[in-house]
């Protein structure tokens, strides 16, 4: 089950307010994960919904995941595996992996309907 077109326009129009703001840091990712593994799902900011999208972008096996089944799988990670999705993402970032969707999308469309990025 992917995300819900209108968590999609939210989703972009924060990454792009991120893009102004500046690069994500590892941290904010690894944060972002934590309340993923925890099921935090209702306290997720503008930018943490971002960092949501880069990983479905960058990570096949969490494309099509809703929240609850994407802490799962980062749950099965071990250590090394964590350390290297994290800078995956991070630099998927910051070369805009997270607005590539955008343009892509249009009205009432889901992730679902994206073309995977590596």
Do not use: W
């Amino acid at each position: 089950m992917g995300p819900q077109a209108g968590e999609l326009v939210t989703v972009m129009a924060q990454a792009m307010n991120m893009q102004e703001a500046g690069p994500v840091t590892e941290m904010a990712i690894v944060d972002t994960f934590t309340k993923l593994i925890f099921g935090q799902e209702s306290q997720y900011s503008g930018s943490e919904l971002g960092i949501i999208h880069a990983f479905r972008m960058i990570d096949d096996n969490v494309t099509l995941d809703c929240h609850s089944d994407m802490g799962v799988y980062l749950r099965a990670l071990g250590v090394q595996e964590m350390i290297g999705l994290v800078s995956r993402v991070s630099y998927g970032m910051a070369k805009g992996v997270h607005l590539e969707g955008a343009q892509l999308l249009k009205a009432g469309e889901s992730i679902a309907g994206l073309g995977r990025h590596h």
